[in-house]
């Protein structure tokens, strides 16, 4: 089963026109059409990536002149105790933040596209757009609503907590170093669960209904229906859904910068590799910027995105079976 | 070597431009700054006072947001697009700048003398032989009080910690105002209004901050650890949840009248000026027992320079000696109190709570923040470790001894201070 896309698309003839076309032409037709996307590309991301790469293995001394040192950078990074202390604490506070995301976000979106795509459902389409719409808002003002519905000062959490008895419950979770990174985490699962929610759904809606009706007739009930044909069937949309998550949050920096700074206090408890870089390349405060380490901290962060997903494309999606309508 | 990495520079310069800056024209002048605060009063006040005397300089005052400031400032120095006059960050950013020659050496610059020694060593060489930034102002660290709040209580503002502590505990009993108005979450304010703002009494002002830089003292000396130890008592005082409470919000907290004691920085004053509705007293750091001398973090704060790649340095110079002139500094002064001239020639400044504070220089003495000179130079940095450990010992999660050993550890990985 697996290359049956690949088959559907390999046996596609070649238009007559483009067969019969002289190939000069058909270069220029090429050219013409992958030109400005290969050109903007070039430009935008993977030159940016690889001078990126090139200024990680040079340094600088005070009068601002480079020196090329390989990979000393990243030697440092990875045992100085210095560098590396803060990095691996990025890179763990990073994993939770991907975790939460995994085991909340996800598993919450594809629920509610299940839920979306019942038949008989009333009011479907408003659901739909009432959760889409925070993944509309901008990360500034998620953040600073957020920080005030939780602020132990003004907040309406503490307040409606206590309406319901559980006032004891209420702490200042974005300050303690124990709850600041879970809390942020779950702010922008609460921001962004439209989007696994429309990509599945959209997924459900092509399910045939000959399928869905042909289970209904074996006496299977909605949930079963779902467990036992619905989800195998959107199985590579979710594949698709956590990569799209695991390179967001592995990227993440806005939500983060815009709650806690670029310090990520309390004691470093919601530094994720985003917010490490920023202080390393930018600066912070009195610390100065430097553009080098930052460089090797970036282009470490880019090989862990990487890594993430070659393990996806040819680990998990290898043994996604695919079905055709 | 510099020619074969101009490709990778290429990605900075374009980065730059994108910020959308274009370069300085002749004849006018723009003013990088991180004083988005302030504009209005550039505008409004300052810059038609300068045209006064020139009226052919356009200038125009292009503020960033300061927590980017220092990043967008060296962005658009590379890819030669910044202004033509530079506000300067005290000491090492500013002194970076200088070294990789964005700065102009300002020593010729007519009214230079009109400043300090003190003055001047945030913006010079470690040697003292160049200084590149005109002084501009100060900012002074102390506390601002509620004096309803201290008449429900019956109290006077404390000279002594032991008197402060009375204070509290009185305020505390009574319940209606949050003794101290201080959060965690930002962390900065628990080190700047916390650590610096009480600790020059505790180290002795300029004998300690040198002492530290020479090496014959450590963070991790009685003296330290007693700051942390003050701090730490301050938690039960403050607000709950003050580990989530955010600068604006002990702001806002003090200008509704719900606070009575605000850890403060002299510039809060316009702050409070603008939206508190009951009359705002203030007292410096309050004497440890036994203390008899005074000092106060008396911090140089911001100071103005002319970009080396300006192509109207001259009009840039003319802005400079301006600058350094005592109608300049009064009419700063006043136009932003809080932020007081560092210029030797006498100014009377009319806002009281600003006069009260810069009274102080009278009395006590005057330091600047001990973190900020030289000991900030390498990694981890000193700062930003201060921030963090003054905001932990406050919350409660690091003992104030093993705040100073950290603080001291961190530094001796890489500061060897001269023999």
């Known amino acids: ?325 | 070597m510099n020619k074969g990495i101009a490709w990778m520079r290429g990605g900075v310069a374009l980065a730059a431009l994108l910020t959308g800056l274009a370069a300085a024209q002749a004849g006018s002048l723009k003013i990088e700054s991180w004083r988005n605060d302030d504009a209005d009063i550039w505008n409004s006040t300052i810059i038609p006072a300068f045209n006064k005397h020139y009226p052919d300089i356009k200038v125009e005052f292009a503020p960033s947001a300061p927590a980017d400031y220092n990043a967008a400032l060296n962005a658009r120095l590379d890819g030669g697009t910044a202004g033509d006059l530079i506000t300067c960050r005290p000491f090492d950013a500013s002194l970076q700048l200088y070294q990789k020659h964005q700065l102009d050496g300002l020593n010729d610059l007519k009214g230079m003398d009109n400043f300090p020694d003190v003055a001047k060593a945030a913006w010079s060489t470690d040697d003292g032989k160049v200084t590149f930034c005109v002084p501009m102002a100060s900012v002074i660290h102390g506390f601002f009080y509620n004096q309803d709040a201290f008449k429900k209580v019956g109290a006077k503002p404390p000279k002594t910690m032991a008197e402060f502590h009375e204070i509290l505990d009185k305020l505390k009993k009574d319940g209606t105002y949050t003794p101290i108005d201080l959060g965690t979450a930002d962390q900065w304010e628990a080190a700047t209004m916390g650590f610096q703002n009480i600790g020059p009494d505790y180290w002795k002002g300029e004998q300690g901050r040198l002492a530290l830089i020479a090496g014959k003292e450590k963070y991790s000396d009685p003296e330290y650890v007693a700051v942390f130890k003050e701090l730490a008592s301050w938690a039960p005082y403050m607000g709950s949840g003050f580990q989530a409470q955010k600068y604006p919000d002990s702001q806002n907290l003090f200008s509704l009248g719900k606070a009575a004691i605000y850890p403060a920085g002299s510039w809060d004053i316009s702050t409070f000026r603008k939206d508190a509705q009951f009359p705002i007293g203030a007292f410096p750091p309050p004497l440890p027992a036994g203390d008899t001398d005074c000092y106060i973090s008396d911090h140089t704060d911001i100071g103005m320079g002319v970009n080396a790649a300006s192509k109207n340095k001259e009009d840039a110079k003319k802005f400079l000696e301006w600058l350094a002139t005592p109608e300049f500094a009064e009419l700063y002064a006043n136009a932003l109190p809080g932020f007081f001239p560092l210029s030797k020639a006498p100014v009377t400044i009319k806002d009281p709570l600003a006069a009260e504070m810069v009274g102080w220089r009278k009395d006590c003495k005057s330091t600047i923040r001990n973190s900020y000179q030289i000991l900030n130079r390498g990694t981890p940095n000193l700062e930003n470790e201060l921030w963090n450990v003054s905001a932990q010992v406050i919350n409660g999660t690091l003992a104030p001894d093993a705040a100073g050993k950290q603080l001291q550890t961190d530094l001796d990985k890489w500061y060897k201070p001269a023999k």
């Open chain 1, 1 to 325: 089963m697996r290359g049956s896309f690949a088959k559907r698309t390999m046996a596609e003839p070649l238009s007559q026109v483009v067969a019969s076309m002289p190939r000069g032409r058909f270069l220029a037709l090429m050219a013409l059409f992958l030109g400005p996307a290969v050109a903007i590309y070039t430009l935008f991301s993977i030159y940016p990536l690889i001078a990126t790469m090139a200024l990680s293995t040079y340094t600088t001394d005070s009068s601002g002149a480079y020196q090329f040192v390989g990979l000393v950078n990243f030697v440092t990074l990875l045992t100085d105790a210095v560098w590396s202390k803060p990095f691996w604490n990025a890179a763990w506070n990073n994993l939770v933040f991907f975790a939460v995301h995994m085991l909340v976000q996800n598993p919450i979106g594809i629920a509610l596209a299940g839920l979306l795509s019942l038949p008989g459902l009333k009011l479907k389409s408003l659901y739909r757009t009432v959760i889409f719409l925070p993944t509309m808002l901008s990360v500034v003002i998620v953040g600073f609503s957020w920080n005030l519905i939780l602020s132990p000062l003004w907040g309406v959490a503490e307040g409606a907590l206590k309406a319901v008895g559980l006032g004891s419950w209420f702490a200042p979770w974005l300050g303690l170093p124990s709850t600041a990174l879970v809390t942020l985490a779950l702010i922008s699962v609460w921001q962004f669960v439209g989007i696994p929610m429309m990509l599945i759904y959209a997924a459900l809606l092509n399910i045939p209904d000959e399928l869905i009706d042909a289970a209904r007739v074996d006496g299977l009930g909605h949930f079963r229906i779902f467990w036992h044909i619905k989800l195998p069937l959107v199985l590579p949309t979710i594949g698709l859904v956590s990569i799209l998550t695991f390179v967001g949050n592995f990227n993440a920096f806005d939500l983060i910068y815009t709650v806690k700074g670029a310090l990520a206090g309390p004691n470093f408890a919601s530094d994720i590799l985003g917010t490490f870089f920023y202080r390393t390349f930018f600066g912070f405060q009195l610390q100065l910027g430097n553009p080098t380490m930052g460089a090797a901290v970036a282009t470490v962060m880019f090989f862990i995105i990487l890594a993430g997903v070659c393990l996806y494309l040819f680990i998990v999606q290898r043994r996604l079976r695919r079905y055709a309508f």
